[in-house]
T-cell receptor, first 114, second 114 residues
Framework: DQQVKQNSPSLSVQEGRISILNCDYTNSMFDYFLWYKKYPAEGPTFLISISSIKDKNEDGRFTVFLNKSAKHLSLHIVPSQPGDSAVYFCAARRPGAGSYQLTFGKGTKLSVIP | DADVTQTPRNRITKTGKRIMLECSQTKGHDRMYWYRQDPGLGLRLIYYSFDVKDINKGEISDGYSVSRQAQAKFSLSLESAIPNQTALYFC?????????????FGPGTRLTVT
């Protein structure tokens, strides 16, 4: 049972345009969501996060939106740059005893075309 | 210098061999984790440790064991490697006491079992 789903394996966007990466989840107990970026031959690096009590968090070119009723979150990158080309993982955390564990989606490979 | 290091970065081994993957961190975090990533899949938790005396199984611990030699060191062992353990392995750390929830990943070890 995949609790965090990234249904688009890949996405191509022109440089300067907006990139929108989507993530759906099934477990309503998740209270915190994170986005990680991964370049080839490197480990994932933390990008941005959002608490379930918020619906938006912004950090520079990156904004994450959370729609709890739809169990959906999205990462917007504006404007997209070639250096943003990477695999993006959505992750979710449960509170309490399970708070150690992040549940990851399968990732979306973003290609930003110059 | 990297905060989370992993050795070796690449390893090819034969079925039935014992192998150890090592992780060291200089972040001073108490919590350490081992994940594996398979092609087209997200990261899955193998083991985690909250401190030197606390070791816990994750989602997919069968066939693996771990050792927390010190706060800064966390090793993953495959007692008798099998081909379906071929994967990318990541070590991660976190420190919820700092008020953050993100985990910090090492660069990964690519393991091939022939």
């Amino acid at each position: 049972d995949q609790q965090v789903k990234q249904n688009s394996p890949s996405l191509s966007v022109q440089e300067g345009r907006i990139s929108i990466l989507n993530c759906d989840y099934t477990n309503s107990m998740f209270d915190y969501f994170l986005w990680y970026k991964k370049y080839p031959a490197e480990g994932p690096t933390f990008l941005i996060s959002i608490s379930s009590i918020k619906d938006k968090n912004e950090d520079g070119r990156f904004t994450v939106f959370l729609n709890k009723s739809a169990k959906h979150l999205s990462l917007h990158i504006v404007p997209s740059q070639p250096g943003d080309s990477a695999v993006y993982f959505c992750a979710a955390r449960r509170p309490g005893a399970g708070s150690y564990q992040l549940t990851f989606g399968k990732g979306t490979k973003l290609s930003v075309i110059p | 210098d990297a905060d989370v290091t992993q050795t070796p970065r690449n390893r090819i081994t034969k079925t039935g061999k014992r192998i150890m993957l090592e992780c060291s961190q200089t972040k001073g975090h108490d919590r350490m984790y081992w994940y594996r990533q398979d092609p087209g899949l997200g990261l899955r938790l193998i083991y985690y440790s909250f401190d030197v005396k606390d070791i816990n199984k994750g989602e997919i611990s069968d066939g693996y064991s771990v050792s927390r030699q010190a706060q800064a060191k966390f090793s993953l062992s495959l007692e008798s490697a099998i081909p379906n353990q071929t994967a990318l392995y990541f070590c991660a750390t976190s420190d919820p006491g700092q008020g953050t929830r993100e985990q910090y990943f090492g660069p990964g070890t690519r393991l091939t079992v022939t």
